[in-house]
């Protein structure tokens, strides 16, 4: 059995135009998404306070629920409802943070059968404090770009053998992301915002592989940025919380990503080797065009997987497979209409 | 070829210690070797980030030497004007005669020579300040978490929790993780308390009504008294003035156990001290008869009982409405002790035990299921190949799991689906491998042929392309905490395994069916 028929060839590097006018659309439709909604919407993780999980086995009525948590001095809380077999959960989510003595936690499932008139269990509690979301903000940031960083590097040492330039490169910048912020602290008292910070950390790397002409590592990396900022924004759009198990799954959106365009750029510099008279963009679209099938079919168990973790694996991992479904899809596109025409566009620089 | 290749042994010894690691999980107490370890989200239990206020044990550490200073320059008879605590936490002092400045120096090398002073004109007179130096200050901060660890641990061993985790993290943070606890509430309780506990005079000579109101006698202050009806509901406080200073703390405390009082049937908690604070003991009741004694503990009374007679042997009881688990607990955090700076909640995750056994039952029926479609695609698109990729698929499961049990590496949640997703992501090796031979095969190469270089040039492509997905997880293992970690965890494990069974395993069944023979392969089913 065979999906793609040998011989066969898509010109996907034709495309270029498209995907480049489509890509700038959806990064650009990210962005304004995540202007409009004030940032990505932080779950408990990174904004700090308490979300308590509360399983009925029968339909609660809200009002009572809501006046219960006024009553008890959680006004401010909101509350989603959701079913799932056959309970139904209650997500009650607040700003404040108790401590051990105040009791609430045990309190909350006692008055809620009081006034409700049915059994209410406690299934999660989950609080974090504002020095601990603090951190993880920054901790899931700082993973980001090392997880980045690192990645080019092996690229560029692999593909074009430059281990050491690119390992120096990446050495200044890891310097830079560390010291920086500490000499700005001790010498002017200014704290910078990290992902200021990591985002010019970021395009000062990507400038300097296109300075010394780091092709691949630029493609490559470029591709990964382009799948993380489009996943964040299709968030944005969905309206999903982002928790540490989101940055779990974008951490493997990149490397998977990554699997994908590495092997579209082994083909290319097998190609290349016995290039013959063709193009460039001919070897490209030829590399992509030998890898389809492949591409096509783990793109396709993956998602397979992905689709039944989300349909039966239940409300807590809803939206890291949600996250990983949408970072394959994009994963898989970008190695072929990012990844690729960057290649391109600097081997015509470099007049290769 | 060879069939007993490296490859051959390579794969009978990953298989016998798979199989040796694994069955312990399905067949607890075969031998000796530990189960996969659930994380608290699959088992239920209470994960605490306890911040350690070091600060207040820095201030306690400055009062203490306030007082000392007091008493040695009182003894010493150096005179003074003033020795106070200044508004950023250093000491002053005020020498009453300037010329007294020399002698003043002498005494400080002698008696505090682990503090820091300088020399300060203020208002034209001479102030010393006392500081403690940085080295002594993250010593103290250092011993306030260790102390506090300490202190954590007994109150945790005594509760009674399997296998509970705690340690620190960074400076002054405490990590604890208690599976499957069914209290966790009584338990925050339990490791929240400061547990200072501190007797105190009641100052009867002043009206505590007149305090309220602000005309407050020096050395003295307010605490209150909580009182509590049979259900534990607090139904009013109660003011008293007490001086200031404890005559005696919990710091001479030997044992603390419950006991029942025959005449009301009522829980207490009777207190034995050593024999310095029994001895101490005796003295203050005997100096205080009649009038009544504050039993503190973080600064809220429990009773007040008025002293009848010189108490002698170095008993006390502490009453005061409890439960029997009330008792029993505060019993617990007298005998481990105080902790040395109060403790914060910073994190708080509690996971119930239902929603962590649904949790495994959800995830294992998506692994099967997502498991059965690669599996059955697998066979359809690559008939003979493909079952022999299936078979690597299957082991690969085997694999992660050994692995997660031999490590003593712990499976969450999302290490779950990291499984179901290595699921998907593990016959990309084998997928590779496979076009490769294809593509080989149209090239007009024999079947042998075919193999040896599919898999040669697959081979270099699988490595690069596995790498960068060993980055990631690195990274996310080097970052992450708790449930995410152990998503890194199997993904990394994952990723060697997928990368073994194809390029081992796979490999060796193929030379198996086709080299093995000598005569020649017509054709792969592929």
Redesign the interface.
């Known amino acids: 059995m065979q999906i793609i028929k040998p011989g066969t060839n898509i010109d996907f590097i034709g495309k270029r135009k498209a995907a480049m006018i489509l890509s700038a659309a959806m990064i650009l439709f990210s962005i304004f998404s995540l202007i409009l909604h004030k940032g990505p919407r932080y779950g408990v993780d990174f904004a700090g306070g308490t979300q308590i999980l509360v399983s009925f086995q029968e339909a609660v009525d809200m009002g009572q629920v809501h006046s219960t948590l006024d009553q008890m001095g959680l006004g401010n809380a909101t509350v989603q409802e959701s079913r799932e077999g056959r309970s139904y959960l209650l997500q009650i989510r607040t700003i404040q943070t108790f401590d051990a003595d105040s009791g609430i936690l045990m309190e909350l499932p006692r008055r809620l059968h009081e006034t409700t008139g049915l059994g209410a269990e406690i299934l999660s509690i989950d609080m974090v404090g504002p020095q601990i979301s603090k951190d993880l903000r920054s901790q899931a940031l700082y993973a980001l770009f090392y997880a980045l960083l690192f990645i080019t590097v092996y690229i560029s040492g692999r593909f074009e053998m430059k281990w050491m330039l690119s390992a120096a490169v990446a050495g200044v910048f890891v310097s830079v992301v560390y010291l920086f912020p500490q000499i700005m602290e001790n010498l002017f008292r200014i704290s910078l915002p990290i992902p200021l910070l990591i985002l010019t950390a970021l395009i000062l790397s990507f400038l300097v592989f296109w300075k010394l002409g780091l092709a691949y590592a630029l493609g490559a990396g470029i591709a990964l940025l382009h799948d993380v900022i489009i996943t964040i924004g299709l968030f944005s759009v969905l309206d999903i919380e982002f928790n540490l198990p989101i940055i779990a799954a974008i951490l493997t959106i990149m490397g998977y990503s990554l699997n994908d365009t590495i092997i579209i750029f082994d083909r290319v510099r097998e190609n290349l080797a016995s290039r013959g008279k063709k193009t460039f963009a001919a070897i490209l679209n030829q590399s992509i065009n030998e890898t389809l099938s492949r591409t096509i079919i783990t793109s396709g168990t993956t998602l397979l997987v992905l689709i039944t973790l989300f349909i039966l694996g239940g409300g807590i991992i809803h939206d890291f497979s949600r996250a990983l479904l949408v970072g394959v899809v994009v994963g898989t596109y970008s190695s072929i209409f990012v990844a690729c025409p960057i290649l391109l566009f600097l081997h015509k620089k470099q007049g290769i | 070829m060879k069939i007993r290749s490296w490859r051959f042994y390579a794969v009978c010894v990953a298989l016998i210690l798979a199989i040796i690691y694994i069955l312990p999980t399905f067949n607890p107490g075969l031998w000796p070797n530990k189960t996969i370890n659930l994380g608290l ?1 699959l088992q239920g239990g209470m994960h605490l ?1 306890l ?1 350690v206020e070091v600060e207040k044990a820095l201030e306690s550490t400055m009062e203490r030497r306030t007082y000392e200073l007091r008493d040695q320059m009182r003894r010493e008879r150096i005179r003074y004007t003033s020795v106070r605590r200044l508004p950023d936490g250093n000491i002053g002092v005020r020498l009453a005669d300037a010329s007294d400045a020399d002698i003043f120096s002498a005494f400080h090398q002698k008696e505090f020579p682990d503090m820091d002073v300088r020399r300060h004109t203020v208002d034209e007179g001479l102030e010393f300040r006392f500081s403690i130096p940085i080295e002594e200050k993250n010593h103290i901060t250092k011993m306030a978490t260790e102390q506090a660890l300490e202190t954590i641990r007994n109150r945790i061993d005594e509760f009674g929790v399997n296998e509970p985790d705690i340690r620190i993290q960074g400076e002054r943070r405490i990590i604890i993780q208690l599976p499957g606890i069914e209290e ?2 009584r338990a ?2 339990l ?3 400061t547990a200072l506990l501190e007797f105190k005079i009641v100052e009867d000579s002043h009206d505590v009504q007149d305090a309220l109101t602000g005309s407050m006698p020096p050395g003295t202050e307010i605490l209150y008294e909580i009182r509590r009806d049979a259900s534990g509901q607090e139904t009013g406080r109660v003011p008293y003035l007490v001086s200031r200073r404890a005559v005696l703390t919990g710091a001479s405390l030997t044992d603390a156990r419950v006991q029942v009082d025959s005449q009301f049937n009522e829980p207490y908690v009777s207190i034995s001290f050593d024999r310095q604070g029994a001895r101490q003991f005796e003295r203050i009741t005997g100096e205080n008869i009649h009038k009544r004694m504050a039993i503190v503990l973080d600064n809220n009374i429990y009773s007040a009982p008025v002293i009848q007679d010189r108490i002698s042997g170095g008993n006390a009881r502490i009453t005061g409405n409890f439960t029997m688990e009330g008792a029993r607990d505060l019993a617990i955090v007298l005998r481990a002790g105080a902790l040395p700076a109060p403790v ?9 035990p ?2 962590g056994a ?2 495994i039952r ?2 294992l ?2 692994m099967l ?3 059965g ?2 599996l059955l ?2 066979a ?4 003979g190949a493909g079952l022999v990729a299936n078979c690597a698929l299957v082991l690969n499961i085997l694999f992660i799991g050994a692995a997660l049990a031999a490590f003593g590496a712990t499976l969450t ?2 290490g779950i ?2 499984m ?2 290595t ?3 593990a ?2 090796a084998n ?2 491998i496979f ?1 490769r031979i294809r ?1 080989e095969l ?1 090239l007009g190469r024999s079947p042998i042929a075919a193999i040896h270089a599919g898999f040669d ?1 697959a081979t ?2 699988i490595l ?10 690195l ?2 293992f ?7 970690k152990g ?2 965890v199997t ?1 990394c494990l994952g990723v060697l395994s997928s990368m073994f069974t194809a390029l081992v395993m796979v490999r060796l069944v193929f030379d198996i069916i086709y080299d093995g023979q000598n005569k020649k392969v017509a054709q792969l089913s592929i």
């Open positions: 989200d980030v911040d966790p509430e925050k309780q490791i929240g308390k914060k909640i910073i994190e708080e995750r509690t996971v119930g239902t929603l649904e949790s959800k995830g029926i998506s299921v997502g498991g479609f690669v695609f697998m359809v698109y690559y008939k949640l999302p689906a990291g179901v997703l699921l998907g992501m016959v990309d997928v590779l076009e593509e149209r040039r270099l492509t690069d392309a596995n790498v960068t997905t060993l980055i990631a997880a990274v996310l080097q970052f992450g905490s708790g449930p995410v998503f890194a993904l």
